[in-house]
């Protein structure tokens, strides 16, 4: 139900209308001398559950109360009020800003103080994502957009703003992926692809576009730089949704990583109200496992030592009920108890090519992936 | 009187030189003229200070008098300077007390040790009993100019009028004028005399002596003019007297060899034990017996009779021989109360604490100690603690770091009450300390009165009190810092009030001034004062 509520872009009145009554509640609580609140979604660990039936991290119910009269919380508060002034003016106006914008539009000083309404982007963007959750809105329907990340090549052809876009003639960049790809920006076009690589860096993908690895095996390559972004995993969501293609996540062996992939699989803590319409269930772990070095014979000088932060890191994964599986926890333990991490570029090891002429056609032909 | 070898006449040659011919060099010297090289004892070091001391050896004076006829003083203090004589200063000093009877004038006045508190165990200001004479021979040796006394002891009596001096030979008054005249006043007793001395402003100057004096006699009536012509009044601010303090004999364990020898000669018991019984205090005929006999003496000796190495036993048998210490209630603290009135009529403060502790002992002499603080207001936010001292009322204005109340001060942990204090030093803070011994023997460092001497129980006592004081000054200080969190709280919303008010108009219609309104009015509820103001 939810899932195809959010899947259309709703009426823009709807979003003005909760920030409305959002900003009603205060200045009725003000009218009756009380302290003024909003209340949000908690959005942390403790306010999320795994959905075991769906395999999606679920946001929960547990509201966190910010007032205005608490010296701790009236800045947020403020904050708040805020963006979702300006988000309100972006909407009336029918015009769109990246979050990086509207963090200016936003920062100024306040009063005759000393003080700024926000001092970092990083404070505006957490205050955007309280509003989303606070309103049930998402950040498009805020009309904000992040800087596009992330990169795709392969066979499709695919439609981006209007302009006609063949993902296998995109050079050695690859069509770089927006924040928002919702159908009335992005429409697929024709896919030849039979399924989905999505690697965690960068410098892996090119090493894979160079190799042409993803016409070889009639695939569609993708990086997220990283961590990946709403945009791509929203694209991927709806590559796997519409085009029913399988998706295989391949990212560095270390706790990280495998949070990388869990993101993509189960949807991420932060952005748990976010999973219905981007976590993909059926993604599968392609490497690296913490085995592959002995299967694969790499030698001792690939591994690093984990660090304090990879260590307790991987002991807070390995508790959580999305990682309960069998194969996870021995996968998890094995790093664990090796006290080392690989990552992707180790392959290269055993020869620059070796990852798109041995080590993936294994381990997807031979379906060595964990679940 | 004090024996001394004048050198003036060294043996020119290395003669043997018979005793005979050295006794032709000895020869007996007065009071008068010991005092004369000595003056720096008695508090006439410098010209700045003699007029402190003679002005303060009047005032005590005239406040003791007072009080001792159960009148609330009137004291006039005037300090006028000397035409064409830039180094000397009149000063004159009149009160309301009792007046001194007209055969008594020349002697008060113009004979040194001569009075009659030093024999006394009372709690009085003056204790020594040298303090105006003194100042009457300075003035004599210093302009050669006589004091000119008034005095009068009832309305119907008449005022008599005296010129003094003291002839230094003998220690006697001698009087260059004596005349009856007419003085307005019921009773009371006025001082003029013209000594050379220098006024000078600030730390222990005659205008603060005067102040601490007010603070600390809260009963007395003060009115002052320097000699700028400025008139200063302390007004009283009490109508109580302080209770009349009660005389008592003195405690074996505070008598002294050279004391109990005098004593012993003057006593008219006949016994040694009735001498025990009847000069001293808590002294039964049970504890009397036992002292005979640890010092191997008979019970029914004259006193008189008994020589050094005898008093030299008693003075033992005293200390092995357990007695009570001695009764307390014959000091006369100022009282909690009456040290905070004194200190606000004096001093603009936010806070004030006064401790009046209970009696004490040391070395068989009875004592109580009082500390009473100000804090905040118009005192200087940045500097060293100021420190009032006082010992039976009267202000100790010189040698500060000598005294034991400085140094249970020092030893006193400020920091435990919200007071920044750096090692060995005065606390820093806005905040003035008063501390106040009352003792029928105050034991000064020396015989200018200024500091007292470091018993343990003395400054133990000090410290108690500070601390107890200390203890009040600290949620007072706790208060003020929360008081100063929910300022900044308060100012924070005020800050972010207008910003949210313009936040909140774009996304729906409000009166802005009403909601501004309702903001501030509810920011006042939840800060300072505010029902809800700690959420």
């Known amino acids: 139900m939810q899932v195809n509520k959010k ?37 942390s660990l403790s306010n999320v559950h795994f959905n075991e039936q769906q395999s999606i991290i679920e946001l929960g119910k547990e509201l966190q109360r910010r007032y205005f009269f608490n010296v701790a919380q009236a800045k947020k508060f403020l904050q708040t009020f805020l963006i979702a002034s300006a988000c309100k003016t972006l909407i009336d106006s029918g015009k769109t800003t990246s979050i990086r914008d509207l963090y200016y539009m936003t920062k100024h000083t306040i009063g005759d103080s000393n003080e700024n309404t926000f001092d970092d982007q990083m404070d505006s963007d957490l205050i955007i994502e309280d509003l989303e959750v606070t309103i049930d809105a998402l950040r498009e329907e805020l009309n904000l957009f992040a800087s596009n990340r992330g990169a795709l090549v392969g066979p499709l052809k695919l439609i981006d703003s209007g302009d006609k876009i063949d993902c296998s003639k995109m050079g050695s960049g690859g069509w770089s992926v927006p924040s928002i790809v919702e159908k009335n920006l992005v429409e697929f076009e024709s896919c030849e692809a039979k399924f989905i690589l999505m690697v965690e860096k960068d410098a892996v993908w090119r090493r894979l576009n160079e190799d042409k690895f993803w016409k070889k095996h009639k695939c569609i390559l993708i990086h997220g730089q990283g961590m990946a972004p709403r945009g791509v995993r929203r694209l991927l ?8 293609l399988p998706l295989y996540v391949f990212v560095d062996n270390d706790p990280w990583g495998f949070y990388i992939y869990s993101v993509i699989k189960q949807g991420s803590i932060n952005l748990a109200y976010e999973s219905q319409r981007m976590a993909v269930p059926s993604a599968k772990f392609l490497g690296l496992s913490s085995f592959d070095k002995d299967i694969y014979k ?74 | 009187m004090v024996q001394t070898q004048l050198t003036d006449n060294p043996p020119p040659k290395k003669e043997k030189i018979a005793a005979e011919t050295l006794a032709q060099n000895q020869r007996e010297i007065s009071v008068s003229e010991f005092f004369l090289k000595n003056r720096h004892l008695l508090g006439f070091d410098n010209p700045r200070k003699a007029l402190l001391t003679a002005v303060k050896e009047a005032v005590d004076n005239s406040l003791d008098a007072a009080e001792e006829m159960k009148v609330l003083p009137e004291i006039k203090v005037d300090i006028i300077p000397v035409k064409g004589e830039e180094s000397r200063i009149i000063v004159r000093v009149e009160d309301n007390g009792p007046g001194i009877v007209k055969e008594q004038i020349p002697r008060i006045f113009a004979k040194l040790l001569y009075g009659s508190k030093f024999h006394k165990m009372k709690q009085s200001r003056g204790q020594q009993g040298i303090g105006v004479s003194a100042t009457v021979m300075y003035g004599q040796l210093t302009t050669g100019k006589p004091a000119q006394i008034t005095s009068k002891i009832a309305p119907k009596k008449p005022a008599h009028y005296f010129e003094l001096t003291i002839n230094t030979k003998n220690n006697e008054p001698v009087i260059h004028k004596q005349e009856v005249v007419e003085w307005e006043k019921d009773h009371g007793t006025k001082i003029e005399l013209e000594l050379e001395a220098k006024y000078l402003k600030g730390k222990q100057s005659v205008d603060d002596y005067l102040k601490e004096t007010a603070i600390a006699n809260p009963h007395a009536h003060i009115i002052y003019t320097n000699p700028e012509g400025q008139k200063m009044e302390f007004p009283r601010a009490t109508e109580q007297l302080p209770k009349e303090p009660k005389e008592i004999k003195p405690h074996p364990y505070g008598v002294e060899l050279g004391m109990l020898m005098k004593m012993m000669g003057e006593t008219k018991a006949r016994t040694l034990l009735s001498f025990l019984q009847t000069e001293f205090c808590r002294v039964s005929s049970k ?14 000796v004259k006193p008189i009779k008994l020589g050094r190495q005898e008093a030299d036993n008693l003075m033992k048998a005293i200390k092995q021989t357990k007695i009570f210490a001695p009764p307390t209630d014959c000091l006369s603290p100022i009282g909690e109360e009456t040290l905070i009135k004194g200190l606000k009529k004096e001093v603009d403060a936010e806070f004030y604490a006064a401790v009046t502790r209970p009696p004490a002992v040391y070395r068989g002499n009875p004592f109580q100690l009082e500390v009473a603080l100000a804090f905040g207001g118009s005192l200087p936010l940045d500097d060293f603690v100021r420190l009032l001292r006082f010992a039976n009322r009267v202000p100790l204005l010189y040698e500060q770091g000598s005294c034991a109340i400085t140094k249970a001060i020092l030893g006193t942990a400020w920091r435990n009450y919200g007071i920044s204090q750096s090692r060995g030093s005065l606390p820093i803070a806005p905040l003035m300390i008063m501390v106040h011994l009352s003792s029928v023997w105050v034991p000064f460092t020396s015989e200018s009165k200024e500091a007292i001497a470091s018993y343990q129980e003395i400054i133990k006592e000090v410290k108690l009190a500070l601390q107890e004081c200390g203890r009040q000054l600290a949620s007072h200080i706790r208060k003020i810092k929360k008081r100063d969190y929910e300022t900044k709280r308060k100012k924070v919303f005020e800050l972010y009030m207008d910003e949210l008010v313009e936040s909140l108009s774009s996304l729906t219609h409000f009166d802005k001034k009403k909601l501004k309104d309702d903001l501030l009015i509810i920011a006042q509820k939840r800060t300072i004062g505010g029902e809800d103001a700690s959420e």
Do not use: C
């Open chain 1, 7 to 43: 899947e259309e872009r709703r009426d823009p009145k709807i979003t003005t209308i909760k920030l409305k009554k959002a900003a009603e509640n205060v200045v009725e609580e003000a009218h009756k001398h009380k302290n003024p609140y909003i209340d949000i979604p908690v959005r």
């Open chain 1, 237 to 244: 969501f709806r590559l796997v949704n519409e085009l029913k």
């Open chain 1, 298 to 371: 790499l030698p001792d000088n690939v591994t690093i030592k984990l660090n304090e932060q990879d260590k307790s890191r991987a002991k807070q994964i390995i508790q959580y009920p999305w990682f309960k599986s069998k194969e996870w926890q021995k996968e998890l333990s094995h790093m664990l108890k090796q006290g080392v991490k690989l990552e992707l570029e180790a392959l290269s090891a055993k020869g620059i090519s070796f990852v798109t002429d041995t080590y993936l056609p294994d381990k997807i032909n031979n379906k060595k992936w964990l679940d």
């Open chain 2, 287 to 300: 504890v009397a017996k036992e002292i005979i006999l640890k010092a191997n003496l008979v019970e029914d």
